[in-house]
């Protein structure tokens, strides 16, 4: 009768590996998130920038413009700082490696999750702003009367745009966020185990 051979045994190095293989795929659908975010605010701050410069001399215009960008920088500074948080590299730790590991995986939760929090904190804040700058430009520059004499219709565009926006950000967050958020703790409870 021939003998099983019997399976490897397992290094720290070998733990350690596909762990930190597990949590940088959760981590890398965060960074997608980051990534679509600046490319977001690029976008708003060159419409407000191409704007300003387009309608050079509109006083009104170029006031909206400076108003809107100088709403949206404190949003911009506080997502640029909670980036660097998020991704700053965690100090290695001396030590058997499994606890090591372990630690390393709950320090990967904990950032997320603040970012996550901090995320949700930011949407509550920036959506309603961002759409309200871009509603009143918008009126400003191509609806006869502006938002002045068509309250009502700028009104509805902005409860639709934060409506959807709101939609949108609830199907990322599942995707960006709490799913990486529960395939961590699944990690977790797998060193647990371990």
Not at 106 to 135: H, N, Q, T
Request: glycine share 6%; charged share 25%.
């Amino acid at each position: 009768m021939a003998r099983e051979a019997e399976p490897a045994l397992l290094t720290g190095k070998d733990l350690q590996t596909i762990v930190a293989s597990r949590v940088r795929k959760e981590v890398k659908k965060v960074s997608e998130f980051v990534w679509a975010a600046i490319v977001y605010q690029i976008i708003l701050y060159s419409f407000l920038a191409h704007t300003f410069i387009r309608h050079w001399g509109d006083m009104k215009i170029m006031l909206l413009c400076l108003a809107g960008a100088a709403c949206y920088i404190p949003l911009t500074v506080a997502l640029i700082r909670r980036i660097r948080t998020l991704f700053r590299r965690p100090s290695e730790a001396s030590g058997s490696m499994v606890p090591d590991v372990f630690r390393k995986v709950e320090d990967e939760y904990a950032r997320l999750a603040d970012f996550f929090r901090f995320k949700r904190r930011m949407d509550w804040i920036g959506v309603p702003v961002s759409c309200a700058i871009i509603v009143l430009v918008t009126f400003t520059l191509f609806v006869p009367g502006g938002i002045e004499g068509n309250p009502l219709a700028g009104l509805a565009v902005f409860a639709i745009w934060v409506g959807l926006s709101l939609i949108a950000i609830h199907a990322e967050n599942k995707k960006r966020f709490i799913s990486p958020l529960r395939h961590l703790e699944l990690v977790i409870d797998d060193l647990k185990r371990s």
